[in-house]
């Protein structure tokens, strides 16, 4: 598929799975806007594409912000006059036990991960209507599907991804096409702001609990995103696609 001159927007876009998915759609030709609420990582991610050849603009964002995101849309119709593909990657955390866990980190979990990529489709689509073969990726998680103690608003945000997901392919069809891709265990470390990021800490049993016998990088996520953004995946809308060496398949006991 040829990537030239497609518009891409990657929420998130500065640092760990984003940092990689804004680099590989600038590897194939796409002008990427790095939406990311970190300066210093949306920078970072935009001098390190630029200087491998490839068109980046950063704009700094806090997606749960309706102001912000129509200026991001704004700013994009302004520069380019269309959008081709949305990722909707931006989220955070706020893990703790559910008697402890305050409304304030609870609503801000749901504002960013789940209301963002609300607001970023609402007035994305105006845009995605105007390009060619236009796509919505949501980045949801295997927490929409399981969970450890104590993750309730992120878990709850990622299940509202997947909603959410299929209910844009059904609204938006047959013009968009709208589908998610949930991560498993992706190792993030070598690929955040550079005041951050650490070495990879792995361990065997880490590795082992997947089937496919390691934990996943950043890279394995974009190979499922630019195929669901292409035309390849033309017939796919609605679909959750789940990357995560095998890990939720696998039944594990205690011994």
Same mark, same amino acid.
């Given at each position: ?28 030709? *796409?002008? $990427?806007?790095?939406? =990311? ?5 949306? @920078? =970072?991610?935009?001098? /390190?594409?630029?200087? @491998? ?20 849309? *704004?700013?994009?119709?302004? =520069?380019?006059? %269309? ?5 909707? &990657?931006? *989220?955070?955390?706020? &893990? ?9 980190? /609870? ?14 489709? +609402? ?6 209507? +105007?390009? =060619? ?14 969970? @450890? ?8 945000? +990622?299940?509202?991804?997947? *909603? ?20 498993? /265990? ?6 955040? +702001? ?6 990879? %800490?792995?361990?065997?049993? #880490? ?11 950043? #890279? ?21 696609? $789940? $990357?995560?060496?095998?890990?939720? $398949? ?6």
């Amino acid at each position: 598929m040829d990537w030239n001159d497609r518009v891409v927007i990657v929420t998130g876009g500065g640092q760990g799975i984003g940092r990689v998915l804004s680099h590989a759609f600038a590897k194939k030709g *796409a002008i $990427v806007y790095i939406a =990311e609420v970190d300066e210093e990582a949306g @920078e =970072e991610c935009r001098r /390190w594409i630029e200087a @491998e050849g490839g068109r980046a603009f950063f704009v700094p964002i806090d997606v749960s912000r309706e102001e912000e995101v129509q200026s991001l849309m *704004a700013r994009v119709e302004r =520069e380019q006059g %269309k959008l081709n593909v949305l990722v909707n &990657n931006a *989220a955070i955390m706020r &893990n703790g036990p559910i008697e402890t866990l305050s409304l304030e980190d /609870w609503n801000r979990v749901i504002g960013v991960n789940l209301t963002g990529a609300f607001l970023c489709a +609402k007035y994305g689509v105006p845009l995605l209507r +105007k390009g =060619e073969d236009p796509a919505i990726i949501q980045i949801a998680s295997t927490r929409a599907l399981m969970s @450890e103690p104590h993750t309730e608003a992120y878990s709850a945000s +990622k299940g509202g991804i997947l *909603a959410l997901t299929h209910a844009l392919a059904v609204s938006l069809g047959p013009e968009i096409r709208v589908n998610a891709v949930s991560p498993g /265990w992706i190792d993030v470390s070598p690929w955040q +702001k550079s005041s951050q990021r650490q070495p990879e %800490k792995l361990r065997e049993i #880490d590795h082992a609990q997947h089937p496919v016998g390691r934990v996943g990088r950043p #890279d394995d996520i974009a190979q499922a995103v630019l195929f669901l953004a292409s035309k390849e995946a033309g017939f796919m809308t609605g679909a959750n696609i $789940v $990357v995560d060496g095998g890990m939720t $398949v696998k039944m594990i006991y205690a011994e």
